[in-house]
């Protein structure tokens, strides 16, 4: 007997997120290789002009990350696209609020140096909390309606 299609249409925001999804592990799975390359690396260059380079090699998926997202947004609906932004707007305020408050209390030797690398996963983290939150908003006023 012959398997029967799917006749349901697809949607596009699941391929959307599926093709993100892929692209996103590609990029970070290449992040993770130029990481660990680069510093292997930069342990046999000693006072070498190619360290600059060579240094900054993982930024370059990162870039491509950045890209895939834009265009990932893009291609979202607009209450996704919303929650997003929203999400984007509390990262931004946690970040810029515990960055500030970390720098004061440092200022006064009353904290160590805070690592500018970890900025990014900092934001990041809070972008995630700031999803969760807006999702769960958006949701009970969908619920409502």
């Known amino acids: 007997m012959a398997a029967m299609s799917d006749s349901r249409p697809v949607n596009p925001q699941v391929l959307s997120k599926q093709r993100f999804g892929r692209r996103f592990a590609i990029a970070m799975a290449v992040y993770t290789i130029l990481v660990v390359t680069s510093q292997q690396i930069l342990n046999t260059l000693s006072d070498s002009i190619w360290r600059y380079p060579v240094a900054l090699l993982p930024v370059v998926p990162l870039l491509v990350v950045f890209w895939l997202f834009l265009v990932y947004l893009r291609e979202m609906d607009e209450l996704l696209r919303r929650i997003q932004f929203e999400a984007f707007g509390i990262s931004l305020g946690a970040t810029l609020i515990f960055t500030i408050t970390w720098g004061f209390l440092e200022a006064a030797d009353l904290l160590p140096n805070f690592p500018t690398i970890m900025v ?9 909390i700031g999803s969760f939150i807006t999702q769960r908003h958006y949701n009970a006023v969908c619920e409502t309606d």
């Open 120 to 128: 990014g996963p900092l934001m990041i983290f809070a972008w995630g």
